[in-house]
C-alpha cells in the first residue's frame, strides 16, 4: 500500500493529480486534501505524477518503504493564445444567419450569398441566374445591402439574370450575415421590404483559398502584417457560357464577369482604427442568336415556336466602389465612426437584332403547303434596337455614434449624399406580321415600342436616425425595446419624410422568444421610378409608403433527440402611394403617371437545426398574398406582380455515415406562379399565372487531404454538382408576338435545364 501527499513548491495540497503506476496499470487522483494511496506490486519502482497544471514527474520508490511519501509538484508556465470575449446586445430585428462555413461554389448555379438567403421564410425569387429577390409582396428595388456599414447600390439597366453575372458578395470574406425581413429599426435606411447587412471579416491568421470549376474561379487571401495592418481580398471570374447553352435560344454566347474586392484595415493604436473598403466589378455579356425553338400550349392543342435570328447584343457593366472609415472607441463602451464613400456605376446596353419566327400546331411541315392552313398559325418578324447609356456617381459621408451598456444600447446617425445621374438612351421595336407592320397604318411604318430618354440630374440627400434600445427584465422575462426614427430629405422634391420605428421582444427563461414590431417605411424615388414606358419624365413624385405590423415566436423543440428551433412570424403591410410597376424577367417597368395604394400580408415559418448530427439544415414554408388598388382605374384590387402565394424552401446537408469527408448539399424551391399579363401601359384585372417554379439543385464534395499528410495544404476538395437535377423547365418570362388577326401569343422565356459541374478547391 503506497501513501502519500502532493503539494505545490509553497506547501499547498493538489487535488486532482494523477498517480499511476505502469507496472500494474493501475492509478488514483489525490483527493482535496492531496492525500493519495493504492496498492502497487513489490517489483514496482516507479510512479508517474502528472497535473495539466503542473509539471509531471516520474518518481522513484521502494516498495517495503514504510513511511509516508511528500511530493512537490512545479506549476508550469503556458502561454495561450489570446483570447477575446466580447458582448453586445444587437438588434432584436436582425437575423444572424450561418452562412459562412457553406461552401457558395457548390451550392448554386450562381454560387453567391443570396443563393442561400432565397432559402429563408419570406424570401422568394424564381431566377437561378440572378441574384436579385423579393421580400413579402415587394420588388428587386425595395431591399437594402450593407457591406461593413457601407450602402452597396445596383444597376439599373439589368434586363434579365443573363446580364448580371457576380453578386456583390463575396462569399469568401464574410464574417458574419444578418438579415431582416421587415420591421427593422431606424438605424437601417430608408427602403420599403427589407435589409441585408454584411460583415467582412478583419483577419488575425494568414490563409489563401483558390477555387476553380467549369463555371468560374476564385481566389481569396486574408492576414496579418506586424500586429496593426491587416487585409481581406478577393478576386472572382464566372463565366455562364455553359449554363446558357441549355436554353431555348441558340448562338454564340461570351458572358465574362469579374470583380476585385478588398478590405485593409489599419491600427493606428487600441482606440483608433482606418478601414478601407474597395470594389471594381465588370460585366460584359455578349450574345450572337441564331435559332430558337420553344414548344408550349397543352396536350390538347400543342404550339411551336421557331426564331431565326440577325444581329447581336453586346453589354458592359463597370461599377467600383471606394470608401474609407475612421473609427475611434472612446472606450469599452463608447464608438465614433466618420465613413466616406463614393460608387460609381457604368452602363452600356447595344443591340440590334432582326428575329423571323414561324408559328404553328406540333407536327406541322413549313415544306407541305398542301396542309390545313389553320395549322400555320401565324410568321412574321420583329427588329429590336437599343443604344442606353447610364453614368452615376454616388458620394456620401456619414457618421454613426454609439452608446452602451448593460441596460441600453443608445445609436445616432446622420448622412449627405450627392447623386450625379446622366442618361442617353433610346430603344424601339418594330413588328411585322405576314407582311403587315403593326400597328397597322397605310401611310406610315409605326414603331410598337419607342423609348427616347436624355437626363442630367444632381441632387443632394439628407439623412438622420436615431434609436433606443432598452433591456430589462420583468419577472423572469427579459424584455427589449426599440424605440427610434429617421429623416430624410431630398432637394431635387423639395420633401422630407418622418418615419418613426419600435419593436418589442420578450425573451423567456426556456429559451421561447416572442416579438411585436411596428414601423413606417418610406421609399425616396430613385432615378428609376420617374421614367414611364415611353420615355416621359414625371418630376413630381411622392415618397412610397409600407407600414409594417408583425408578430413574431421562436422557442426550441427537441426532435430525434437533437435541439431544433422553429419560428414563424405573421404580417400586414399598409401600402400607400404606391408607383405600380410592371416585371419583364429582372427588369422593372415604373408606370409613374399611377399611384396606388394596397397591402402585403402573409405567414411565415422556418424549422432549423442539426437534421443530420453536426450539420445544419433547415426548411421554410411562406405564404402570401399582395395586391394593390390604381386611383382611378375603375378595376378595384388587382394582384400585386410580386404575389406569390404559396414558397417552399429546403436547404439539407448530409454526409456519409462515419465518413465526413464525404457531404452532400441539396436544395429545393417550389414556388407558385406569378401573375402576368400581355403587355400593356395600364395594368387591368386581366391577367395570368405563370407555371410553378420547381427546382432541385444537389451538390458533392470529397475532402482530398488524409489528415496531417501535408505542412502547407490544410485543405483539398473535388466538388460534383447537379444543377436542376429533374431537368425541370420553368417559366421566367414571356415573348409576346401578334398575328394578322391581332392575337396575341405568349410563348414562355424558360431558364436553364439540367447541367453538371465539377470545381475543386485548395486551402493553404
Not at 12 to 17: D, L, M, Q, R, S
Not at 225 to 245: A, E, H, M, P, Q
Not at 299 to 317: A, R, S
Request: glycine fraction near 6%; aromatic fraction near 14%.
Amino acid at each position: 500500500m503506497l501513501k502519500g501527499r502532493v503539494v505545490s513548491t509553497t506547501g499547498e495540497a493538489i487535488e486532482g493529480v494523477g498517480v499511476v503506476c505502469r507496472k500494474n496499470h493501475t492509478g488514483v487522483l489525490t483527493q482535496k486534501n492531496g492525500v493519495f494511496q493504492f496498492n502497487v506490486p513489490v517489483s514496482a519502482r516507479e510512479i508517474e505524477v502528472s497535473h495539466v497544471a503542473y509539471v509531471s514527474q516520474k518518481i522513484n520508490i521502494d516498495p517495503l518503504l514504510k513511511s509516508f511519501l511528500i511530493i512537490k509538484m512545479e506549476p508550469v508556465d503556458l502561454e495561450i493564445d489570446e483570447v477575446k470575449v466580447s458582448s453586445d446586445r444587437g438588434e432584436s430585428s436582425m437575423k444572424s444567419l450561418e452562412f459562412t462555413g457553406i461552401q457558395m461554389m457548390n451550392s448554386s448555379a450562381t454560387g453567391s450569398l443570396e443563393s442561400m438567403l432565397k432559402t429563408q421564410p419570406g424570401v422568394q425569387a424564381r431566377n437561378e441566374l440572378s441574384n436579385q429577390y423579393t421580400v413579402r409582396g415587394g420588388n428587386f428595388d425595395e431591399n437594402l445591402l450593407y457591406i461593413n456599414d457601407i450602402e452597396i447600390h445596383k444597376s439599373l439597366l439589368y434586363r434579365s439574370g443573363k446580364q448580371e453575372g457576380l453578386s456583390s458578395v463575396n462569399p469568401q470574406m464574410v464574417d458574419g450575415v444578418q438579415f431582416s425581413t421587415g420591421g427593422f429599426s431606424a438605424c437601417y435606411g430608408d427602403k420599403l421590404s427589407s435589409v441585408l447587412s454584411i460583415h467582412y471579416k478583419e483577419s488575425d491568421t494568414t490563409k489563401t483559398t483558390v477555387e476553380g470549376s467549369i463555371l468560374g474561379a476564385n481566389i481569396h487571401t486574408q492576414g496579418k502584417i506586424k500586429d496593426k495592418l491587416s487585409y481581406n481580398v478577393g478576386g472572382r471570374y464566372k463565366t455562364t457560357n455553359y449554363l446558357l447553352s441549355g436554353s431555348d435560344e441558340k448562338g454564340n454566347y461570351s458572358p465574362v464577369f469579374y470583380d476585385i474586392q478588398s478590405l485593409i484595415s489599419y491600427r493606428l493604436n487600441q482606440n483608433i482604427s482606418l478601414d478601407y473598403l474597395f470594389f471594381l466589378s465588370k460585366n460584359e455579356y455578349s450574345f450572337v442568336p441564331q435559332t430558337r425553338e420553344t414548344k408550349f400550349g397543352t396536350m390538347n392543342d400543342p404550339i411551336n415556336f421557331v426564331i431565326y435570328y440577325e444581329g447581336q447584343e453586346k453589354d458592359q457593366f463597370l461599377n467600383y466602389t471606394n470608401a474609407l472609415k475612421f473609427r475611434y472607441k472612446f472606450n469599452d463602451r463608447m464608438d465614433f465612426a466618420l465613413i466616406g464613400s463614393r460608387w460609381t456605376n457604368k452602363e452600356r446596353i447595344r443591340y440590334d437584332i432582326l428575329g423571323q419566327y414561324y408559328l404553328h400546331k406540333a407536327g406541322y411541315d413549313p415544306l407541305e403547303p398542301t396542309q390545313d392552313v389553320d395549322n400555320h398559325a401565324g410568321v412574321g418578324s420583329d427588329m429590336k434596337h437599343a443604344n442606353e447609356k447610364v453614368d452615376i456617381t454616388i458620394d456620401a459621408l456619414q457618421f454613426k455614434f454609439k452608446y452602451f451598456n448593460e441596460m441600453h444600447r443608445f445609436q445616432v446617425g446622420g448622412k449627405i449624399e450627392k447623386e450625379n445621374i446622366y442618361e442617353d438612351s433610346k430603344r424601339w421595336t418594330v413588328y411585322d406580321s405576314s407582311g403587315y407592320f403593326l400597328p397597322d397604318d397605310e401611310k406610315l411604318v409605326k414603331v410598337r415600342q419607342y423609348y427616347r430618354m436624355k437626363q442630367d440630374l444632381s441632387s443632394l440627400r439628407y439623412q438622420a436616425y436615431v434609436s433606443e434600445n432598452l433591456f430589462f427584465p420583468v419577472g423572469n422575462v427579459d424584455m427589449a425595446l426599440n424605440i427610434g426614427a429617421r429623416y430624410q430629405y431630398w432637394d431635387y422634391l423639395n420633401k422630407g419624410i418622418f418615419s418613426p420605428r419600435t419593436s418589442l421582444s420578450a425573451t423567456f427563461k426556456n429559451e421561447k422568444v416572442l416579438r411585436f414590431a411596428w414601423g413606417v417605411y418610406q421609399q425616396m424615388p430613385f432615378y428609376k421610378e420617374f421614367k414611364s414606358i415611353d420615355g416621359t419624365f414625371y418630376e413630381n413624385i411622392d415618397p412610397q409608403k409600407s407600414v409594417h405590423y408583425i408578430l413574431g415566436y421562436s422557442q426550441p423543440v427537441n426532435v430525434w433527440g437533437r435541439k431544433m428551433n422553429i419560428s414563424m412570424e405573421a404580417y400586414y403591410k399598409k401600402l400607400s402611394n404606391m408607383i405600380p410597376y410592371l416585371v419583364d424577367n429582372v427588369y422593372i417597368q415604373y408606370l409613374p403617371e399611377y399611384q396606388s395604394k394596397g397591402y402585403s400580408k402573409g405567414f411565415d415559418v422556418k424549422f432549423a437545426g442539426e437534421f443530420v448530427p453536426g450539420v445544419d439544415s433547415w426548411m421554410s414554408l411562406s405564404l402570401l398574398k399582395t395586391e394593390e388598388d390604381i386611383d382611378g382605374d375603375l378595376y378595384g384590387y388587382i394582384p400585386r406582380p410580386s404575389d406569390e402565394r404559396l414558397n417552399f424552401n429546403l436547404f439539407f446537408q448530409d454526409y456519409f455515415p462515419g465518413n465526413k469527408s464525404l457531404k452532400m448539399k441539396l436544395l429545393f424551391y417550389l414556388s407558385s406562379g406569378l401573375p402576368f399579363s400581355a403587355p400593356q401601359k395600364i395594368k387591368t384585372d386581366q391577367y395570368f399565372r405563370m407555371p410553378t417554379y420547381k427546382r432541385v439543385d444537389i451538390g458533392f464534395s470529397k475532402s482530398l487531404l488524409v489528415k496531417r499528410s501535408s505542412r502547407w495544404l490544410d485543405e483539398a476538395w473535388l466538388f460534383v454538382d447537379i444543377f436542376n437535377l429533374f431537368d425541370m423547365s420553368n417559366t421566367i418570362s414571356y415573348y409576346w408576338i401578334t398575328d394578322i388577326k391581332s392575337n396575341q401569343y405568349a410563348v414562355p422565356n424558360h431558364l436553364t435545364g439540367r447541367r453538371f459541374n465539377i470545381g475543386v478547391k485548395f486551402v493553404f
